[in-house]
């Protein structure tokens, strides 16, 4: 089948990156891949890359354009990759010997390449995605000649083989459980920070209404002043009326006005609106302090977990990507006995 593979220099627009987000999300919806990287916050930006995104998903892609202009690595080692994943990654045949992939075959190629950065070998991705081994043909020996043969592996070897793998798998088992506390300690610290700054906003609230009482206060005291003062006007207007003529020309008359009309701040007693001010102010200071406990209390448990976080990524490094590919035999066949 003839097909048109374009190459990479007309395949990046802008305008596809929407489409291409609603498509991958419609189409692998129940992709464990995408799930674990979509959720994983070291790899969710990456896994939407907008230069994946922005691949034209109406052209097929040949093998030469995805390993050298996409995704950068060698092509025998993205045909081998195609092969293994053979029912997972689609390839049509575009000429006689070369593949093309669909626009969701090279997402699918892209989520692989991540989950391998992660450290997940090729096959454990295999597995997870319930794709079977390649059956290899066992050779087939005439029964005269079956004496000239033996079994390559003897029952030694094969336990010896059955320890490196189980080890391998519990040193496997050992760092998926240090990334789910990693992943369960940073889950953690977010909700302890989105606590800590929900108290804190709401202590910085209280302690401004607790300003804006006291200013209250202050106008309320200085109403009831003028007040005061403005009665002691009428009653010095009042005597010095009662006082007769001659009295309004006396220097005396008019230092003794100014000093009967002074209100001291201390001769101001609380009033009932300036007591219930007060019992405002101490209400919302009890609630400012228990705050504040609350705010202590939250940072000593988020320095807990940091710490806790960074001793769980120490052990995370010293981690190895696992590769089972390296410790699995070769299928068990016959060799000719010499």
Do not use: C
């Not at 969710?44 to 892609?61: A, F, G, K, Q, V």
């Amino acid at each position: 089948m003839d097909v048109d593979v374009r190459r990479v220099g007309g395949i990046y627009m802008a305008g596809f990156i929407e489409y291409n987000r609603d498509l991958i999300q419609r189409e692998l919806e129940n992709d464990g891949l995408y799930s674990s990287l979509l959720l994983d916050p070291a790899y969710n930006e990456r896994l939407l890359d907008e230069h994946i995104l922005s691949l034209d998903p109406n052209i097929l892609y040949s093998t030469t354009v995805l390993s050298d202009e996409i995704f950068k690595i060698p092509n025998s080692t993205l045909r081998g990759y195609i092969i293994q994943l053979s029912g997972y990654v689609e390839a049509l045949e575009a000429t006689a010997r070369k593949k093309a992939l669909p626009y969701i075959s090279v997402f699918k190629l892209h989520m692989v390449l991540l989950t391998l950065k992660k450290g997940e070998s090729l096959a454990t991705i295999k597995v997870r995605l319930g794709l079977k081994e390649a059956k290899t043909t066992k050779k087939e020996v005439p029964k005269e000649e079956e004496g000239k043969y033996k079994q390559k592996y003897n029952d030694e070897t094969l336990d010896l083989i059955f320890k490196q793998v189980f080890g391998q798998l519990q040193k496997y088992q050992t760092r998926m459980n240090a990334q789910e506390r990693w992943l369960e300690s940073q889950n953690e610290i977010g909700h302890l920070r989105s606590k800590l700054a929900e108290n804190e906003n709401a202590r910085d609230s209280k302690l401004k209404e607790i300003e804006n009482i006291k200013s209250q206060i202050t106008i309320n005291r200085l109403y009831r002043k003028l007040d005061l003062q403005t009665m002691a006007i009428v009653q010095k207007n009042s005597e010095e009326k009662s006082s007769g003529f001659f009295s309004l020309f006396s220097k005396k008359s008019t230092v003794d006005f100014e000093k009967d009309i002074r209100v001291d701040e201390k001769d101001l007693k609380t009033d009932y609106i300036e007591s219930k001010l007060e019992e405002n102010i101490k209400q919302y200071t009890i609630e400012v302090e228990h705050l504040n406990e609350d705010i202590e209390a939250l940072s000593n448990e988020i320095n807990e977990k940091e710490n806790k976080l960074r001793s769980e990524i120490k052990q995370l490094e010293q981690f190895t990507p696992l590769e089972l590919d390296d410790i699995v035999p070769e299928p068990v066949g016959l060799v000719e006995e010499e």
